[in-house]
């Protein structure tokens, strides 16, 4: 039989599957702020949110669409917006990532969505639209299956080229620089220096709430001097003057139709958002969990159905598609405020904002260096989770591979676009996004790099050799392949190098020794066979008198030691054929 040894020590909150709240949160996941407090910090996620109204604008612009379609598309893709928000937020039941993740971009849509007006009208662009959410919601449905082509590089990818992809749009933005001013305007650097320099100042030397309404208090700032500069124009005042106080969407674009012709577009734009929605939701966990090990898919599917149940609901009411905003969640791990109850408020404000026209309006019209010094700002902390993300495992040659090659090809496309003009229609949503030309790279290039990649490797070793090194490359070689992390490699091998000293001091035996080590996702096994005196693990130290009394109480005292490195042992032995095992959780 199995003598099975478990170490419990400093475990409870992974056995009950409680995160650790780090301690640069003000507000945990779990939290409940103040009602004004929460408020403000709703606020300030909305003003990001409404900088994604851009998205509807432009396939309207696209398609020289009437503004009255223009200000339904809007309003009910706010509407749309706001109920994921709070869908996504959800922490009982299927639907829900228990997490601060507002729904607010629409990156991987746009190509597809134009394409679809353009070919089909409003009713095509609506009709694929919940094509799309159904397709997301079946691939959520099948992530623990999946699991393995969702490692912790390919998230990382993801959540990095999601900040990368926002890059020429805050910079464009912050500069003042555009299609119709294509020069750089001074104002306009000046007002987004000032607002970006206020955000960093009291994010960083803040005290207080000033720490946590740090973008508010830039945001409100840039208004103020973009004023003073001239950058609200007569026709912003217009607008805002000419809204109407109260007033339900326009509708009359909502219909819808379904065509072959344009599936494979809303195909891809369905998978990058499940796995922009997989780089954002395993960012949550990592922020909002101080001893964060690996993705939790049970969230992670939650959080994809969450987004596919509200892009089914937009393409139905005749709003756009929207995916997991992340600038957003920058902005929650820059104010250090993640409370979930933040996104009931925030996705309550914004489904009533879209029958409230002039308080829309106010969001709309932010002076481009403000919005661009906030992009800029929320997108910091994106790329850092996402390099923390590809890099808390240990990494080999075809990891960085797989890493480097997605990121270049990802980001050719921002820095070379006139070199994918040419390529097929079909596959333009592929290449009109850097964000999605890297998903898929990655993707495939990690289904091809595990070609050959063995689970379980052995090693044989020597008593009285020296045996050290070889031990320690042969896990860190493994354990590059694996991907595993590298404390629990080097806590494997530190067991392994104790137990062959302790196989030489003990004199347990004097033939090899071969060890068997396993690998999958969840854990990390080292099996050890040699014919010879069986190791003990006692769950006690051994006294001071059993030390000077009993010639094996040294063997139980090593085994004891060696307790500390697994997280559980199993040891047997028949006839002198010993068996031991490490278990190592990953």
């Not at 996004?433 to 052995?458: H, Y």
């Given at each position: ?171 464009n933005l912050f500069f003042g620089v555009d299609t119709a ?125 969450a987004e596919a149940t509200k892009t089914v609901f937009g ?272």
């Amino acid at each position: 039989m199995w003598n099975k040894l478990e170490k419990t020590k400093g475990e409870s909150h992974l056995a009950n599957n409680v995160p650790i709240k780090p301690v640069n949160l003000v507000y945990g996941v779990d939290d409940r702020p103040p009602v004004f407090i929460t408020l403000i910090l709703a606020l300030q996620h909305l003003m990001l949110m409404s900088a994604s109204l851009i998205f509807p604008v432009l396939v309207v612009k696209a398609t020289n669409g009437s503004p009255e379609e223009m200000q339904g598309l809007v309003s009910l893709s706010m509407i749309a917006g706001g109920v994921g928000t709070i869908l996504q937020a959800l922490k009982k039941g299927p639907v829900g990532s228990g997490y601060l993740a507002p729904e607010g971009g629409s990156e991987p849509f746009l190509p597809a969505a134009i394409l679809a007006v353009k070919t089909g009208g409003y009713p095509l662009m609506l009709g694929m639209t919940i094509i799309a959410g159904l397709f997301e919601a079946l691939l959520s449905r099948m992530m623990h299956r999946l699991r393995t082509v969702f490692p912790p590089e390919v998230a990382g990818v993801v959540v990095f080229m999601v900040g990368a992809a926002i890059i020429p749009v805050g910079v464009n933005l912050f500069f003042g620089v555009d299609t119709a001013s294509p020069a750089m305007d001074p104002a306009s650097l000046i007002v987004a220096v000032i607002t970006f320099a206020v955000m960093v100042g009291t994010s960083i030397w803040g005290k207080g709430n000033l720490r946590q309404y740090c973008l508010l208090i830039g945001i409100i700032i840039g208004y103020f001097f973009s004023y003073l500069f001239g950058l609200f124009t007569p026709a912003d005042f217009a607008r805002l003057s000419s809204a109407a106080m109260i007033a339900f969407p326009y509708m009359g674009h909502v219909g819808w139709s379904f065509d072959m012709a344009v599936l494979f577009p809303f195909l891809i734009a369905g998978l990058c958002s499940a796995l922009k929605c997989v780089g954002d939701v395993t960012t949550c966990q990592k922020i909002n969990d101080a001893e964060w090990k690996r993705p939790d898919m049970n969230t992670i599917s939650g959080g994809m159905l969450a987004e596919a149940t509200k892009t089914v609901f937009g393409g139905l009411i005749g709003g756009m598609a929207h995916t997991t905003c992340s600038a957003n969640i920058g902005l929650a791990l820059a104010t250090g405020a993640t409370s979930r109850v933040i996104a009931y408020f925030a996705g309550g404000i914004f489904i009533l904002m879209a029958f409230l026209p002039k308080l829309s309006v106010v969001f709309s019209i932010m002076p481009k260096p403000v919005m661009g010094a906030t992009v800029i700002f929320c997108v910091t902390f994106m790329l850092l989770s996402g390099i923390q993300i590809f890099t808390s495992r240990m990494i080999d040659t075809r990891k960085t591979i797989l890493i480097g090659s997605a990121l270049i090809f990802g980001m050719s496309v921002d820095m070379l676009p006139v070199l994918y003009g040419s390529v097929h229609p079909i596959l333009q949503p592929v290449v009109n996004s850097s964000l999605t030309l890297a998903t898929v790279t990655v993707l495939i290039l990690n289904l091809i790099f595990r070609l050959g990649i063995a689970r379980k490797e052995k090693l044989e070793v020597l008593p009285g050799e020296s045996n050290y090194k070889k031990i320690i490359d042969f896990m860190e070689r493994q354990g590059g392949l694996w991907g595993a992390r590298r404390e629990v490699v080097y806590r494997a091998a530190s067991a392994m190098n104790e137990f062959m000293e302790s196989v030489v001091t003990l004199e347990l035996t004097a033939e090899k020794v071969v060890m068997e080590v396993s690998f999958d996702e969840f854990n990390l096994d080292v099996n050890i066979h040699y014919q010879g005196e069986l190791m003990e693990f006692p769950t006690a130290r051994p006294t001071e008198e059993e030390l000077l009394h009993d010639e094996k109480a040294f063997i139980k005292l090593s085994g004891f030691l060696m307790r500390n490195y697994a997280d559980r042992i199993k040891a047997d032995s028949n006839k002198g054929a010993c068996y031991i095992q490490f278990h190592f959780d990953h």
